[in-house]
């Protein structure tokens, strides 16, 4: 293993491999492993410092507008600080690295960074629990591992943003790992069809809103994976919150607990109208062109038949 191209990581990251593999290979509720001090000191302040602006990502939302979280693809424009983090995650040294790590062998590099990247969060701004695409969206690869590094110093748990790994949101109101974004930190994990993630809500004090939450989103893939893992192609799926715990028959709601209530119940709605938006936009695409004229007539053949 080359030691010059894994000079961004901190020594004990390649000295304690095995202990890391021990982890990942035993952690709940799927593999992951939790690493501080992941890049060297004096790296991990140089990509901080490096970090861009908010307004320099695409910070757009899916209505068209402003939101509260920002991303940024292209990170080799980013400077020489940036350059070598995409030297380093490229090198063959720190995809066996990483291989070693997790039991996950001929890990595949994403030159297109498609997902990942530079990623800051605002103030209000989260994730609900999801499983990621499974799939990279241009090449036949599955897509085996998130590696995230956090650049948030002084960041305490009670302003949220913590990154949350579920056994199943569908019945579980409270994720089983959550993990804090603190600066240098980084998280791998395996991604599956029950690698269910997201971060809760971001809640800062008034006079920390100049803050926002960083981190450095890197996928790896693979030609192939095993059989029993193996799904067909799908998009990220989302699954909305559970209600708090707290919200039980008799307990009296307060200014917070209605606004609340009030947000989940607009994430919903704004859930269910881009999938109507999206169903129409399907069907319209089903209609145009030669092929839809052809849909259009099997469809009046089959309603007939069936009279």
């Not at 499974?134 to 990154?163: C, K």
Request: proline content about 7%; overall charge neutral; glycine content about 8%.
């Amino acid at each position: 293993m080359s030691a010059a191209n894994l000079s961004l990581l901190s020594p004990h990251v390649i000295d304690r491999v095995e202990a890391w593999r021990e982890r990942f290979l035993n952690a709940a509720p799927f593999r992951h492993v939790v690493i501080d001090g992941f890049f060297a000191p004096e790296r991990a302040e140089a990509l901080l410092r490096a970090f861009p602006p908010f307004e320099r990502g695409n910070y757009i939302g899916d209505d068209g507008k402003p939101g509260g979280k920002s991303t940024l693809d292209r990170i080799r424009a980013l400077g020489p600080d940036y350059a070598a983090l995409d030297e380093t995650i490229r090198a063959p040294a720190f995809l066996d690295l990483v291989g070693r790590i997790t039991g996950i062998p001929e890990l595949l590099y994403d030159p297109f960074y498609l997902g990942g990247g530079t990623h800051e969060n605002r103030h209000g701004a989260a994730l609900d629990p999801h499983i990621d695409f499974n799939y990279h969206p241009s090449e036949r690869w599955h897509r085996r591992l998130n590696l995230i590094v956090y650049l948030n110093p002084g960041w305490r748990a009670e302003w949220g943003g913590n990154l949350e790994l579920f056994r199943d949101p569908y019945a579980d109101r409270k994720p089983a790992v959550s993990v804090v974004p603190a600066f240098n930190r980084c998280v791998i994990f395996e991604t599956t069809e029950h690698s269910w993630h997201g971060f809760d809500p971001i809640r800062l004090p008034e006079e920390e809103r100049g803050r926002s939450r960083k981190s450095i989103a890197l996928y790896f893939y693979s030609r192939e994976r095993p059989v029993e893992q193996t799904a067909g192609r799908h998009t990220t799926h989302y699954v909305h919150r559970q209600l708090p715990e707290r919200f039980e028959a008799g307990y009296t709601l307060d200014a917070g607990d209605v606004a609340e209530l009030h947000s989940l119940l607009r994430q919903r709605d704004c859930y269910i109208r881009n999938q109507h938006e999206e169903i129409a936009r399907l069907l319209q695409a089903q209609d145009r062109g030669f092929s839809g004229k052809l849909l259009y007539l099997a469809k009046r053949l089959y309603v007939r038949m069936r009279r």
